[in-house]
């Protein structure tokens, strides 16, 4: 299966393609729209949340291999699972399948902009994650595989490496020779690279990793400060990026292995590795770190279950009607998955890490009695994540406060008391995190913000709480409620605030 991804700026040029070309069909997506006028203006929504942007506009045509039969379920299934993957797990999106070619193909159009942050969703390596994406579709769904991008990056060996090889394997299997052909060290150096780059490090990282394995690396600069090339050594040869392939230089290392390249951050550290190299480790402790990264990329990942859309309305009528949350927030909830009714019919409150990659979730398993929650016990990844939202009225700014809260309805409650209070969105982009656990919190994040606030319950438990928070953040301050907590603190607000209204009506002033 082969993805190509364009970004642009207009919407309805492209919707009226997708859905005016001959045989086209739109057949899933999320949103309401039926042809490209309609969907056009539902985009717009999004386009709201944040005006600033520009290339907001997401494209992506998936292609069948000539010998794969997909029906048209299947083909939603896979484009839906490559949405989410690709980070499109809170966007406006609509899926067209076309036959207007000989290779069966879906076209996705979808808005950058996520409906529960206002941000753009990252779009660094996202060739490189699109080709990890389909590769693990075509082994799921049992297709055509396709030789990816980053292989045909590779420089094949030469005309006599392969007599080589085909010599050497010839002795080997008639006894002439007691080992199998050896890797060339040209081989040798692509395959240590590919290994050291799995997890998408940074620039200094993987040059140190490859200086463990016995590579030595040479960079340079050009004046204005931007590499001018990347070379490898091994056992006394050379290669430079460009010998082994696309992928392997300076650029290439980047755009096809997903390393993270930052000038500013980089340049100093590389430098200094360069000068100071790191001397090659033992191959038991090498083959041991190859070992971990590779584990590191297959650790489960969270899937949130499935939502029974039938009982979905009824929590959010309960939110809005109940707990006083506005209707903004409600349909941002809704449209995000952030809090919604399982199949299983329990009430889930997502929770995601820092990137908006969900990790996990919370379980409120008595909204009659209290607000607290509890893990949800599929909880399958090891990355740590948080419910939290964040409001702001410029969307694009950095997280400047954080607000930490014992219960999901407690931080969404207490993001609306802070819009009464400041009669609008937060002017600094402002995060209502659910964090009680002292052990687990995003503790380098939260030192790198400007302040952040204890808003945790005023009982017992969120009095300890708080207590060993601000021994791990003692730059952290404490806001305590009157009420035992922010929901019942925005419950009594709107009941003072009808009684004055009733005052009014009677020709009293308060």
Not at 410 to 437: C, N
Not at 486 to 503: T, V
Request: proline share 5%.
């Amino acid at each position: 299966m082969i993805g190509k991804q364009t970004k642009g700026r207009g919407f309805r040029k492209l919707l009226d393609y997708l859905h005016n070309s001959e045989n086209a069909k739109l057949i899933g997506g999320n949103m309401s729209g039926r042809n490209a006028r309609e969907l056009a203006s539902e985009f717009r929504l999004s386009r709201q949340l944040n005006p600033d942007a520009e290339r907001v506009v997401y494209h992506v045509s998936l292609s069948a291999a000539k010998d794969d039969v997909i029906s048209e379920d299947k083909w939603c299934e896979i484009g839906n699972r490559y949405m989410k993957e690709m980070g499109f797990d809170a966007n406006q999106y609509a899926i067209f399948r076309h036959e207007n070619t000989d290779d069966d193909h879906v076209h996705i159009a979808a808005s950058r902009i996520r409906l529960d942050t206002g941000l753009l969703v990252d779009d660094s390596w996202d060739y490189v994650r699109s080709e990890k994406v389909l590769r693990q579709i075509e082994i799921d769904y049992d297709l055509v595989q396709v030789q990816g991008s980053r292989e045909k990056l590779n420089r094949t060996p030469s005309t006599g490496q392969f007599r080589r090889i085909k010599r050497e394997q010839e002795e080997y299997e008639i006894g002439r020779r007691e080992t199998p052909p050896e890797t060339s060290v040209k081989e040798s150096i692509q395959q240590t690279i590919d290994r050291a780059s799995v997890d998408y490090p940074k620039m200094p990282e993987l040059i140190t990793r490859l200086q463990q394995a016995g590579i030595s690396v040479r960079t340079g600069f050009t004046r204005n400060g931007k590499s001018k090339g990347i070379s490898y050594e091994k056992d006394g040869i050379a290669f430079s990026g460009t010998q082994l392939g696309a992928a392997y230089t300076f650029p290439g290392l980047q755009k096809h292995r997903g390393v993270d390249y930052q000038p500013e951050r980089d340049d100093e550290r590389i430098n200094l590795i360069l000068l100071i190299p790191d001397k090659p480790l033992p191959i038991e402790q090498l083959e041991k770190q190859f070992l971990e990264l590779k584990q590191k990329q297959l650790q489960p990942q969270f899937t949130p279950p499935a939502e029974d859309e039938s009982l979905c309305q009824v929590l959010y009528n309960y939110l809005s009607e109940k707990r006083f949350l506005p209707d903004f927030l409600v349909e941002r909830l809704r449209l995000t998955k952030l809090a919604y009714v399982s199949e299983q019919r329990q009430i889930l409150f997502i929770k995601r890490d820092l990137n908006g990659e969900k990790t996990g979730a919370l379980v409120w398993p008595n909204p009659q009695q209290d607000h607290r929650t509890v893990e949800y016990n599929q909880n399958a990844s090891v990355t740590p994540g948080w419910f939290y939202i964040q409001l702001a009225k410029n969307p694009q700014q950095e997280t400047k406060n954080v607000l930490l809260c014992s219960t999901p309805i407690d931080a969404m409650s207490a993001a609306v008391y802070a819009m009464l209070a400041s009669q609008g969105l937060p002017e600094k982009r402002t995060m209502f995190m659910v964090a009680d656990d002292p052990n687990n919190l995003p503790l380098e994040f939260l030192r790198n913000t400007n302040q952040v606030i204890l808003a945790f319950n005023n009982d017992d438990q969120g009095n300890q709480t708080a207590d060993a928070v601000l021994e791990l953040l003692p730059q952290s301050k404490r806001l305590k409620t009157v009420n035992p907590d922010w929901s019942q603190e925005l419950k009594a607000h709107y009941r003072e605030e009808q009684e004055k209204q009733r005052q009014r009506q009677r020709g009293f002033s308060l």
